[in-house]
């Protein structure tokens, strides 16, 4: 059974900066990746960061500069490094293990989110 386990969320005010954690366990076939999702109010749930089985990063514009993600494969947990944090970075933020499939690699298991809140 699959389980991602997120943590470091929190409240932090404008300029700030977190570390979010995404603790994976359990055996992913055709794992391709990794991801960090997120949702605002009122929001559609939008691609962070992801990072590819080989290492490959890819970040939304809105975060490039600001964001870093990393993983720890010996410890099987996936990392996300926010700096620089705006109000509207506020959102539950989700980790994902990304699998092959007919359409490509794309987001299978999902984590409970992490709930981080920006003030300014």
């Known amino acids: 059974q699959v389980q991602l386990v997120e943590s470091g969320g929190g409240s932090v005010q404008a300029g700030g900066s977190l570390k979010l954690s995404c603790a994976a366990s359990?055996?992913?076939?055709?794992?391709?990746?990794m991801g960090w999702y997120r949702q605002g109010p009122g929001k559609e749930r939008e691609l962070v960061s992801r990072?590819?089985?080989?290492?490959?990063?890819d970040y939304a514009d809105s975060v490039k500069g600001r964001f870093t993600i990393s993983q720890d494969n010996g410890k099987n947990t996936l990392y996300l490094q926010m700096n620089s944090l705006k109000t509207e970075d506020t959102a539950l933020y989700y980790c994902?293990?990304?699998?092959?499939?007919?359409?490509?690699?794309?987001?299978?298991?999902w984590g409970q989110g992490t709930h981080v809140t920006v003030s300014s």
């Open positions: 990072i590819s089985s080989r290492g490959t990063t």
């Open positions: 994902a293990a990304e699998t092959v499939g007919l359409r490509g690699c794309l987001p299978r298991f």
């Open positions: 359990g055996s992913i076939a055709s794992r391709c990746g």
